[in-house]
């Protein structure tokens, strides 16, 4: 399948996610306008209608802009940070790791670009690069609660028992109150248990 053939399915599935929402919300709000029509509302009160509903013709646009623009704009590192969030939201984790990839050698130094990388890895579940991308964050900042919590999940999910100890003891000293930390103990447990 061509570039621009996977380009129009995937702004094919965008568009279908974006109309479907859109008739969710008028319908909603169709049903809420019956009970409310004998009601007044306050002077100050902003507009029930769908009257500032953006158009999903514009906004099928705007995301092949997007799109676009990232393809065309090698160079641009805001432009292919937001074509990876634009494939990451349709799960589609090869091309948001492209993209990544890209932002990443125009800035290797931003913290959420390398944060991300290990996030779409983790979700992608490529988790040897999954772990790559969580420890070179975690050179950058060591005390991310987020980021020790992909790398606990990610190391449990790989079945190494003893980086998964690690990266839980690591997050149990930053943040000993995280709610994931009883979940990650018991995963350990089986995993150590060969369960």
Do not use: C
Request: aromatic fraction near 8%; proline fraction near 4%; hydrophobic fraction near 45%.
């Amino acid at each position: 399948m061509s570039r621009e053939n996977i380009l129009f399915a995937i702004i094919g599935i965008l568009l279908g996610f974006i109309v479907g929402f859109m008739f969710a919300s008028s319908m909603s709000q169709k049903a809420v306008q019956p009970a409310a029509a004998g009601q007044t509302l306050p002077a100050d009160h902003p507009a029930v209608s769908g009257q500032n509903a953006q158009n999903p013709q514009a906004m099928f646009a705007q995301v092949q802009a997007s799109i676009e623009k990232a393809r065309n704009e090698p160079k641009n590192f805001e432009a292919q940070v937001q074509a990876a969030d634009l494939y990451y939201q349709i799960q589609r984790f090869d091309q948001a790791i492209e993209y990544l990839l890209k932002a990443n050698q125009l800035k290797p130094t931003d913290y959420r670009t390398v944060v991300l990388l290990g996030m779409v890895n983790l979700d992608a579940g490529q988790f040897d690069t999954a772990e790559k991308w969580y420890r070179a964050a975690m050179k950058m900042k060591s005390d991310d609660v987020m980021v020790l919590a992909g790398l606990a999940f990610t190391t449990l999910q790989k079945g190494d028992a003893k980086a998964a100890e690690d990266a839980i003891a690591q997050l149990e000293k930053v943040d000993p109150n995280s709610q994931d930390l009883p979940q990650f103990r018991d995963k350990l447990a089986s995993l150590k248990a060969g369960k």
